[in-house]
């Protein structure tokens, strides 16, 4: 068995850090909070020679195609590190999701997202996705 190596890189040329794509990439959590996700993926596709697994948060309800870029208010004092002010996340609906990842190169094979009662409390959305 080879053991898992890891490698940090700036994920807006992440493409060019390796020579060869990878069968399966994972990308989990953070896309939201990147300044240009359709991008990223565009970055992403080119690493992808099978598929791709991604999760988000921040899920709009409906069924309209539509983001919003949400300012969050600093929380630091509060002990949430991660919600500093001035940074903001990405929040964007289903069909937005499956857009972008048509844009960058990708086909929808499988989606998954809480029950819609749940998804105020739990606003993630994981999908399984073919490279083009």
Do not use: K
């Given at each position: 068995m080879v053991a898992p190596q890891f490698y940090v890189a700036d994920v807006y040329?992440?493409?060019?850090?390796?020579?060869?794509?990878?069968?399966?990439?994972?990308?989990?959590?953070?896309?939201?909070?990147?300044?240009d996700p359709p991008y990223i993926l565009t970055q992403i596709r080119k690493l992808t020679r099978d598929k791709v697994i991604l999760q988000t948060s921040g899920v709009l309800p409906g069924t309209d195609n539509r983001a919003t870029?949400?300012?969050?208010?600093d929380q630091t004092a509060k002990g949430l590190t991660s919600l500093r002010g001035g940074k903001g996340v990405w929040m964007v609906s289903v069909p937005c999701f499956h857009a972008i990842l048509t844009h960058a190169g990708f086909r929808l094979l499988e989606d998954a997202q809480p029950e819609a009662s749940q998804r105020e409390r739990f606003p993630w959305y994981c999908a399984l996705a073919g490279a083009v």
């Open positions: 040329s992440i493409a060019d850090r390796f020579s060869e794509p990878f069968d399966v990439v994972l990308c989990m959590g953070g896309l939201y909070h990147i300044a870029f949400v300012i969050r208010e």
